[in-house]
């Protein structure tokens, strides 16, 4: 048994009300958990960036900074493990719009005042099994170095662990891939550089699009040097936004620097709005988006992305 799986787990805790506080604190030290207590939004960012814990718990409303807030504070602290879960609970019942910004935060859950604590235990000794299995991951090279990207087989677990929760859950989930366009040829066989590398086509066009991918999103690459990205709490019309937007925002940097504006990249996906309705082999979503792209790259025309659900029957 490795180390990391015999240590009991570290949470941190920032909750508001002392009796709720508590309360959850004595339930989780029952359960194994050593748990550290945040009195406010300040001390729960110092907390995770010192003891660097398996999980963290944050109301969305902490006197300071709120709980969404510290979130995606830690997700662009690049100290910070980014496998780390961090759980929001908030006031019920809770807008849509809340929900969807502590998702952009990277959360991996929210909530719902009073909390459910069976449900809550379940959920932390998965996700922190999945945090550490991560870790491991990363350990063994299935994050790539240069860019920090999931290769293909980190791709496959964080899938598994995707998926899971999805039809768990019944939420929403989307896999894009995603390739840029080149004057020279059509093909993905330009952007494969090796099994274990990243081309600098890839790496170029990962860097100009990193900023309009979410927190939450999982970003890696396909064995054949594409770019593949797991999106979850994200239906058809979340993946239809985000390629505008990041088209959008392409056209808007060439534009302003004088370049020739065009066709960036061209994508493919697949995305379900509740994927217990249908529920896939991990595997199968990265196979089915880039299916999708390579019916897009193999078409002319102007429309340079598509879903798999809209590919012609055979």
Request: glycine share 6%.
């Amino acid at each position: 048994m490795q180390e990391a799986e015999i240590q009991p787990p570290v949470l941190v805790i920032a909750t508001e009300g002392e009796w709720a506080s508590r309360s959850l604190e004595s339930v989780l030290v029952n359960h194994g958990y050593v748990v550290v207590r945040a009195q406010d939004g300040h001390e729960a960012l110092a907390s995770a960036r010192r003891l660097e814990p398996d999980a963290m718990i944050l109301d969305e409303h902490l006197t300071g900074i709120g709980g969404i807030e510290v979130c995606g504070q830690l997700r662009d602290d690049p100290n910070f493990d980014p496998a780390t879960p961090i759980i929001i609970t908030g006031s019920s019942p809770a807008s849509r719009a809340v929900k969807s910004a502590a998702f952009a935060a990277g959360a991996w859950e929210f909530c719902t005042q009073p909390l459910d604590t069976d449900t809550l235990l379940l959920e932390l000794t998965t996700f922190i099994r999945a945090k550490r299995a991560s870790s491991m991951a990363r350990s063994h090279s299935l994050v790539d170095s240069a860019t920090g990207i999931m290769t293909p087989l980190g791709m496959e677990r964080w899938a598994e662990q995707l998926t899971a929760r999805a039809s768990r859950n019944h939420e929403p989930l989307a896999c894009v891939v995603l390739m840029p366009t080149t004057s020279s040829s059509s093909t993905s066989s330009s952007f494969v550089t090796g099994a274990d590398n990243v081309s600098p086509r890839i790496a170029e066009f990962l860097q100009l699009s990193r900023a309009h991918f979410r927190r939450s999103d999982i970003v890696g690459r396909m064995s054949d040097g594409r770019l593949a990205l797991l999106a979850p709490d994200t239906d058809d019309a979340g993946v239809q936004g985000m390629l505008a937007r990041l088209r959008a925002a392409m056209t808007n940097r060439n534009t302003e620097s004088g370049m020739a504006t065009g066709n960036e990249f061209r994508a493919g996906y697949w995305a379900v709005r509740d994927f217990a309705s249908a529920p896939l082999e991990p595997a199968e979503l990265l196979k089915r988006a880039a299916r999708a792209l390579d019916h897009v790259t193999l078409s002319p025309g102007e429309d340079l992305a598509m879903g798999f659900d809209q590919l012609p029957l055979s």
